[in-house]
Structure formats: structure tokens, C-alpha cells
């Protein structure tokens, strides 16, 4: 389709979900966790991925190997398990999911997978691991892409996004951005990083880490929580094929720079409220039309104090808000995914999640917290996203 | 809406080339020779350059060649402009750097300074920092420079408006090997307003690999 074509009466729909994480390996499962108030962080005694205590949210290896041994045996019986790395066990799990629930096919020339991590392979990088199966390329994270996307024998190679933290929800836009201007019909948006030394020593070394399981929004609050998860979310123009009922659209979205420093918000919080007010604008809303927020608060002092400032500033603050990181960390280039299909997920099972971990107003903007569970009708979601490198971003789920 | 490659650089085998003439060779032995002696030989005065790792000065001496000396994106409003990059080793490098710093554990010092650079988009951040550059910007990590996502990708931001001007392009650097090739696109209307249409290279796929390639248009 031309450069000059008219596409703005595309519609592009959100479909089934997967996500996993600590609270288990389905969005189905999160859901029922959440609602249970299950926490998935606990504190790591110490070992390979860290020297001393701290606390972290790890997928259970033992069930990731049982189900991905199985998954092996029923569809490609002829591999061995010593092929795959962990982060592509659940990456092939995940984006499994949600093909077995939606009715995209994979291969169609008209389908597109775009991945969201910031490490791949993590556990590649220097070399330390041999196993002769695993070719140590794969730790390029195009190549990590290809080896996804030709197991799943997709007809176009993966789209790979590395942006921080915003990767997730960068990555949702981008596959909306892509469908609306007509260059592919279905996208496969997956992303995820698993854990090892290399990622909590590094946010250790920025002291970002809290010793408790992290307080987003909370005035105690003191680091982030690192979480290992991956998730996967369908985007398609065709609302028939996503394998969900409701018809809920990427209505917005955009993503800015703050120009201002490579590890840390600018603090006014301008360049993250310019993200929201696009969004919001490009969605045709007003901010009261907004009816819950799933906020990025990673628990950190700064950032969440960036967070409530932009909020507030584009006249959010009265606004029904959660991090889902209270419950299985900052799952880092997964974040954005999950916590959209979570969100997704508030929308279409009308209950919004209370925000563990916070318990008193933290911030100096007051924004609306969520202290418990509720029962509440969802039309318009936005969510929101910062990170390192000064990258916002944000954007807006519609029910119509 | 005709999209242009209004502006465009290049860096590889020791030699700068801007707008397709080549305007520096370098004897340096070495990435960072070569990086150190492009910040004098371009005068340029940041302190900030000695503390970046060599994917980041890349890029940042990338836009310094590709803007020095013009107002090109000046002239829009800094959340207008976009930085859209590819590379294939995303920042290798510097992992490399952190995970050997960690694997002793009686040397166990992981350092900020370098822990900050295991994440490709730190370039966008450092080119965003120098240039006052607010808008869209994404970092894509493919085998090869790719224009067909970048055609794709930035067509979509000026069609509905979220960019009026995109900086683009390539910054691959790992070891010893690097490479840029960095772009301007600005589109019909504002190219008029500003200046009137000169003989600038229409943004398409076969063009941008051609201009990457050194073949003329």
C-alpha cells in the first residue's frame, strides 16, 4: 500500500493472551493469583544469580522444563530439550499459547512476529555456557529472533525492538503502527528476558534493587524488583480471528525522549505527560474518559515520582491506577507485554487489581492508587511505560 | 506526501563520507583512535564523549558529522523529530565488558558506568541528549542494515504526523568492527518551505541501499 493511501479506518483488535511469569504460565493463572493476592517475589538466598540475598521473582524451572518437554514431545518429537536456551523455551511456550487460542496462522505471508527483549539469551553473553547443541550465535538477538521465528515456520523474520524498559509496550505500537499502514494484517507481539547474574548484578551495581519485594507508588518504597517473564499478545485487523469476544482496540499511542540523561527521568516528568497526551489524543479521548491506568511503577524513588507527576499533569490523577509489579517484578523487556494483557484482561473480566506492595501515598503528586480489588466497567485503559535512556511511552486500549 | 534522505553520512574502513563525498580519511590503528581523533579532527568540545563506550560514540560522532554546521533539524520542534536505529549487535560490547567484570567472584565489581551501556538504545539517548531531540525513537536489532523496516516504520511516523523529521540509520560497532551510515528525512512540504527542493534523494528502500552501498542514486 502507497505512501499517500487513506488507512485510517483500520481498526487493529488485541486477541488472546500468554503470559508468564513467577504466578504461572497463562494469563488465566495471573488472574487468578492476583485475585488471590499471590506474590511472586521472594528473596533469593543467594547462588548463581546473585552473591547475596535478594529478592526476585523466578519462573519455576522445573515446570518450565515439564511443560516445555511436553509441548516437545507432541509437536516436534524428533528435537531434543538440550537445543533450546530458557529464554526460548518460554518464548516458544508463550507464543504457543496463543496461537493454540486465537485463529492466526503463523505462516500466513499477512503475519508478522515482533519481539520485545532487552537480552534474549542472556545467559549466552561471555560465552559461559556448553552445550554443543546450542550454537552460541544465538545470543545475537536477530538471530535469536530467526531461530524463534523459523521453529514456528513463520514466512517473515522477526521484527526484533530493544528499547529498555518501554520495549513491551513499544512493541505493541509498532505492531499496530505496522497493521494500520497496511504492510501486514496479524502481529505476534512476544518479548521477554529471563534472569542471571549479568541483569541483578547491574541493577544491584545502580543500587536500584530494594531488599524487600518492591512498593511501587508506596512513600516507603526503595528499588525495583527484578521479575524473569515473557509474554505474548495478538494484534490483528480482523477481530473474527484474535480468539476473544470483546472487541478492544489499540486506540493510541506514541513514545518520546526526555533528552536529558541516560540513566535517569527527567523529573518534571514533561517529556513522559507529552507520551500520555498524544495517546490520548490520537485514542479522541478526554483524560476523565480514561477508566484505569496500568502504570510502569517500578518502585524506585524517581521514576515513580516522574510517573505521578506526568499522570497528574495530564489530569489523570483521579484515575483508578496499579503496577503489576508488587506481584512478579519488573519483568524488563517482557513488562509492557504482560502487563497489557493484564490489563486487557481488567477490561474484559470487569475487575481491576489492587497495587501490592503500597500502602501509603508516596508520592508528591497524589495519584489514585489502587488499595483493593474492585468491581469496575473498563471502556478506555491506558498504560504507560518509562526506562532507561529516557524513553516513555504509552498507550491506549479501547472497548467498542 | 514524498518522504527525502535530505542529508547523509557515512563511516566505515577508517573514512568519513558526507552526502556521498568523502571528507576525512583516518590513519588511526585502532576503533578508538579513530573515535578519539574524529572528536578533534571535528573539533568538537563534550566532556560527556570519554565516558560513552564505543557504540554510543559511534553514534554520537555519527550526528556530529551529519549535523555540525547546520540547522537541518533545529528548525522543527524537538517532539517532532524521531531517531530510528538499527544494528545487529545491539551493545555486545559493553555486555561482554559487564559479564567478564561479574565472573570472578572475588572480583565482583559490576560498574554503573558500564552497566548503563548494555542497552542499544543508550545511542538514541546520547544523540537525543547532544541534539535536543524529544520525538518517537526506536532501536531495531537486525543481521543487516534493513531499509525496508525503516521505510515501513518512519513512512507510518510522518503519515500520521507523529514526526515531522527523522534522524535514521545504521550504528553497528562490536570489537573491532564498526560501521554508520546516519540520515536525515524530512518530507516535500517542509523541504519547500525551508529551502526550496533541491536535488534530494526520494526515501525508498533501493535508494537507501544504494546510498549505503556508495552507488550513486
Given at each position: 500500500?502507497?505512501?499517500?493511501?487513506?488507512?485510517?479506518?483500520?481498526?487493529?483488535?488485541?486477541?488472546?493472551?500468554?503470559?508468564?511469569?513467577?504466578?504461572?504460565?497463562?494469563?488465566?493463572?495471573?488472574?487468578?493469583?492476583?485475585?488471590?493476592?499471590?506474590?511472586?517475589?521472594?528473596?533469593?538466598?543467594?547462588?548463581?544469580?546473585?552473591?547475596?540475598?535478594?529478592?526476585?521473582?523466578?519462573?519455576?524451572?522445573?515446570?518450565?522444563?515439564?511443560?516445555?518437554?511436553?509441548?516437545?514431545?507432541?509437536?516436534?518429537?524428533?528435537?531434543?530439550?538440550?537445543?533450546?536456551?530458557?529464554?526460548?523455551?518460554?518464548?516458544?511456550?508463550?507464543?504457543?499459547?496463543?496461537?493454540?487460542?486465537?485463529?492466526?496462522?503463523?505462516?500466513?505471508?499477512?503475519?508478522?512476529?515482533?519481539?520485545?527483549t532487552l537480552k534474549g539469551n542472556m545467559d549466552l553473553i561471555g560465552g559461559d555456557i556448553c552445550v554443543p547443541a546450542i550454537e552460541l550465535d544465538r545470543v545475537y538477538l536477530w538471530k535469536w529472533g530467526e531461530f524463534l521465528g523459523s521453529f514456528f515456520?513463520?514466512?517473515?523474520?522477526?521484527?526484533?525492538?530493544?528499547?529498555?524498559?518501554?520495549?513491551?509496550?513499544?512493541?505493541?505500537?509498532?505492531?499496530?503502527?505496522?497493521?494500520?499502514?497496511?504492510?501486514?494484517?496479524?502481529?505476534?507481539?512476544?518479548?521477554?528476558?529471563?534472569?542471571?547474574?549479568?541483569?541483578?548484578?547491574?541493577?544491584?551495581?545502580?543500587?536500584?534493587?530494594?531488599?524487600?519485594?518492591?512498593?511501587?507508588?508506596?512513600?516507603?518504597?526503595?528499588?525495583?524488583?527484578?521479575?524473569?517473564?515473557?509474554?505474548?499478545?495478538?494484534?490483528?485487523?480482523?477481530?473474527?480471528?484474535?480468539?476473544?469476544?470483546?472487541?478492544?482496540?489499540?486506540?493510541?499511542?506514541?513514545?518520546?525522549?526526555?533528552?536529558?540523561?541516560?540513566?535517569?527521568?527527567?523529573?518534571?516528568?514533561?517529556?513522559?505527560?507529552?507520551?500520555?497526551?498524544?495517546?490520548?489524543?490520537?485514542?479522541?479521548?478526554?483524560?476523565?474518559?480514561?477508566?484505569?491506568?496500568?502504570?510502569?511503577?517500578?518502585?524506585?524513588?524517581?521514576?515513580?515520582?516522574?510517573?505521578?507527576?506526568?499522570?497528574?499533569?495530564?489530569?489523570?490523577?483521579?484515575?483508578?491506577?496499579?503496577?503489576?509489579?508488587?506481584?512478579?517484578?519488573?519483568?524488563?523487556?517482557?513488562?509492557?507485554?504482560?502487563?497489557s494483557a493484564l490489563a486487557i484482561a481488567s477490561m474484559r473480566n470487569r475487575e481491576i487489581f489492587r497495587s501490592a506492595g503500597f500502602e501509603n501515598p508516596g508520592t508528591s503528586q497524589q495519584i489514585n492508587i489502587l488499595t483493593d480489588h474492585a468491581v469496575?466497567?473498563?471502556?478506555?485503559?491506558?498504560?504507560?511505560?518509562?526506562?532507561?535512556?529516557?524513553?516513555?511511552?504509552?498507550?491506549?486500549?479501547?472497548?467498542? | 506526501?514524498?518522504?527525502?534522505?535530505?542529508?547523509?553520512?557515512?563511516?566505515?574502513?577508517?573514512?568519513?563520507?558526507?552526502?556521498?563525498?568523502?571528507?576525512?580519511?583516518?590513519?588511526?590503528?585502532?576503533?578508538?583512535?579513530?573515535?578519539?581523533?574524529?572528536?578533534?579532527?571535528?573539533?568538537?568540545?563534550?566532556?560527556?564523549?570519554?565516558?560513552?563506550?564505543?557504540?554510543?560514540?559511534?553514534?554520537?560522532?555519527?550526528?556530529?558529522?551529519?549535523?555540525?554546521?547546520?540547522?537541518?533539524?533545529?528548525?522543527?520542534?524537538?517532539?517532532?523529530?524521531?531517531?530510528?536505529?538499527?544494528?545487529?549487535?545491539?551493545?555486545?560490547?559493553?555486555?561482554?565488558?559487564?559479564?567478564?567484570?561479574?565472573?570472578?567472584?572475588?572480583?565482583?565489581?559490576?560498574?554503573?558506568?558500564?552497566?548503563?551501556?548494555?542497552?542499544?538504545?543508550?545511542?538514541?539517548?546520547?544523540?537525543?541528549?547532544?541534539?535536543?531531540?524529544?520525538?518517537?525513537?526506536?532501536?531495531?536489532?537486525?543481521?543487516?542494515?534493513?531499509?525496508?523496516?525503516?521505510?515501513?516504520?518512519?513512512?507510518?511516523?510522518?503519515?500520521?504526523?507523529?514526526?515531522?523529521?527523522?534522524?535514521?540509520?545504521?550504528?553497528?560497532?562490536?570489537?573491532?568492527?564498526?560501521?554508520?551510515?546516519?540520515?536525515?528525512?524530512?518530507?516535500?512540504?517542509?523541504?519547500?518551505?525551508?529551502?526550496?527542493?533541491?536535488?534530494?534523494?526520494?526515501?525508498?528502500?533501493?535508494?537507501?541501499?544504494?546510498?549505503?552501498?556508495?552507488?550513486?542514486?
Amino acid at each position: 500500500m502507497g505512501r499517500n493511501g487513506s488507512q485510517l479506518m483500520v481498526d487493529v483488535f488485541v486477541g488472546a493472551s500468554n503470559t508468564i511469569t513467577s504466578l504461572g504460565f497463562s494469563t488465566a493463572e495471573h488472574v487468578k493469583q492476583i485475585k488471590a493476592n499471590q506474590i511472586g517475589i521472594s528473596i533469593y538466598p543467594g547462588g548463581n544469580l546473585s552473591p547475596t540475598p535478594v529478592p526476585l521473582s523466578l519462573v519455576d524451572n522445573r515446570q518450565l522444563l515439564d511443560l516445555f518437554r511436553e509441548y516437545l514431545y507432541k509437536t516436534k518429537p524428533d528435537l531434543q530439550l538440550d537445543f533450546f536456551t530458557r529464554s526460548e523455551m518460554l518464548h516458544i511456550l508463550s507464543i504457543a499459547d496463543v496461537l493454540k487460542s486465537s485463529e492466526i496462522n503463523v505462516k500466513d505471508p499477512r503475519t508478522l512476529i515482533i519481539l520485545s527483549t532487552l537480552k534474549g539469551n542472556m545467559d549466552l553473553i561471555g560465552g559461559d555456557i556448553c552445550v554443543p547443541a546450542i550454537e552460541l550465535d544465538r545470543v545475537y538477538l536477530w538471530k535469536w529472533g530467526e531461530f524463534l521465528g523459523s521453529f514456528f515456520n513463520s514466512s517473515n523474520k522477526p521484527i526484533v525492538v530493544s528499547n529498555a524498559c518501554i520495549s513491551g509496550v513499544l512493541a505493541i505500537l509498532i505492531g499496530s503502527r505496522l497493521i494500520k499502514a497496511g504492510r501486514y494484517d496479524h502481529v505476534i507481539v512476544a518479548g521477554g528476558d529471563i534472569l542471571t547474574e549479568f541483569a541483578v548484578s547491574g541493577f544491584q551495581s545502580f543500587q536500584s534493587l530494594s531488599p524487600k519485594p518492591c512498593k511501587p507508588f508506596d512513600a516507603a518504597r526503595d528499588g525495583l524488583s527484578l521479575g524473569e517473564g515473557c509474554g505474548t499478545i495478538i494484534l490483528s485487523r480482523h477481530h473474527s480471528l484474535c480468539g476473544i469476544p470483546e472487541k478492544i482496540v489499540v486506540a493510541g499511542g506514541s513514545c518520546t525522549n526526555d533528552a536529558h540523561h541516560i540513566s535517569g527521568p527527567l523529573r518534571t516528568g514533561e517529556s513522559f505527560y507529552v507520551a500520555i497526551r498524544r495517546a490520548l489524543r490520537e485514542a479522541s479521548l478526554d483524560p476523565r474518559d480514561i477508566d484505569y491506568i496500568s502504570a510502569h511503577g517500578t518502585g524506585t524513588d524517581y521514576y515513580d515520582e516522574t510517573e505521578a507527576k506526568a499522570l497528574s499533569w495530564a489530569g489523570l490523577e483521579r484515575v483508578p491506577t496499579n503496577s503489576f509489579k508488587g506481584y512478579f517484578g519488573h519483568t524488563l523487556g517482557a513488562a509492557g507485554i504482560i502487563e497489557s494483557a493484564l490489563a486487557i484482561a481488567s477490561m474484559r473480566n470487569r475487575e481491576i487489581f489492587r497495587s501490592a506492595g503500597f500502602e501509603n501515598p508516596g508520592t508528591s503528586q497524589q495519584i489514585n492508587i489502587l488499595t483493593d480489588h474492585a468491581v469496575k466497567e473498563v471502556n478506555h485503559c491506558l498504560k504507560t511505560a518509562s526506562g532507561f535512556g529516557g524513553c516513555n511511552a504509552a498507550a491506549v486500549f479501547k472497548k467498542i | 506526501m514524498e518522504l527525502f534522505i535530505t542529508r547523509y553520512m557515512k563511516l566505515q574502513d577508517h573514512r568519513v563520507s558526507l552526502n556521498g563525498i568523502v571528507e576525512h580519511a583516518s590513519e588511526a590503528e585502532s576503533v578508538d583512535a579513530l573515535f578519539r581523533s574524529l572528536y578533534r579532527y571535528y573539533h568538537i568540545d563534550y566532556p560527556k564523549f570519554s565516558k560513552m563506550d564505543n557504540l554510543c560514540k559511534l553514534a554520537f560522532l555519527s550526528a556530529e558529522i551529519l549535523l555540525q554546521g547546520t540547522d537541518v533539524i533545529q528548525k522543527y520542534p524537538a517532539e517532532q523529530i524521531g531517531i530510528i536505529l538499527e544494528n545487529a549487535s545491539s551493545s555486545l560490547d559493553y555486555d561482554q565488558k559487564h559479564q567478564e567484570s561479574i565472573r570472578d567472584r572475588n572480583q565482583y565489581f559490576p560498574s554503573p558506568s558500564v552497566f548503563v551501556y548494555t542497552i542499544p538504545n543508550i545511542m538514541v539517548a546520547e544523540i537525543a541528549i547532544r541534539h535536543k531531540v524529544k520525538g518517537e525513537n526506536t532501536v531495531f536489532i537486525s543481521e543487516q542494515f534493513d531499509p525496508e523496516l525503516i521505510d515501513h516504520y518512519v513512512s507510518e511516523l510522518f503519515r500520521n504526523q507523529r514526526v515531522s523529521c527523522c534522524l535514521a540509520g545504521w550504528i553497528e560497532c562490536y570489537g573491532d568492527h564498526y560501521q554508520s551510515f546516519l540520515f536525515v528525512i524530512e518530507q516535500e512540504d517542509n523541504i519547500k518551505r525551508f529551502e526550496g527542493l533541491q536535488e534530494y534523494v526520494i526515501l525508498n528502500p533501493l535508494n537507501m541501499e544504494k546510498l549505503y552501498k556508495g552507488k550513486s542514486i
